[in-house]
């Protein structure tokens, strides 16, 4: 799903910044969360778009 809607690189740095407290990126988190379980339960046909994403360490 990233790659197709979302520029992956900048999701993982989002998730990494608030992951290690770097900066509060609650918001876009939770909306990058959102979005990913609205395209796995409509979009995706019920595909678990989700297994295994981990964020990328992010220097």
Same mark, same amino acid.
């Given at each position: 799903? @990233? &790659?197709? #809607?979302? &520029? %992956? =690189?900048?999701? &993982?740095?989002? *998730? %990494?910044?608030? *992951? =290690?407290?770097? =900066? &509060?990126?609650?918001?876009? *988190? @939770? /909306?990058? @969360?959102?979005?990913? #379980? $609205? $395209?796995? =339960?409509?979009?995706? /046909?019920?595909?678990? #778009?989700?297994? /295994?994403?981990?964020? %990328? #360490? *992010?220097?």
């Amino acid at each position: 799903m @990233f &790659d197709d #809607v979302f &520029d %992956a =690189r900048t999701a &993982d740095r989002l *998730v %990494a910044e608030h *992951v =290690r407290g770097r =900066r &509060d990126r609650g918001l876009a *988190v @939770f /909306g990058l @969360f959102c979005a990913a #379980v $609205w $395209w796995e =339960r409509n979009a995706a /046909g019920g595909a678990d #778009v989700l297994s /295994g994403y981990e964020a %990328a #360490v *992010v220097g």
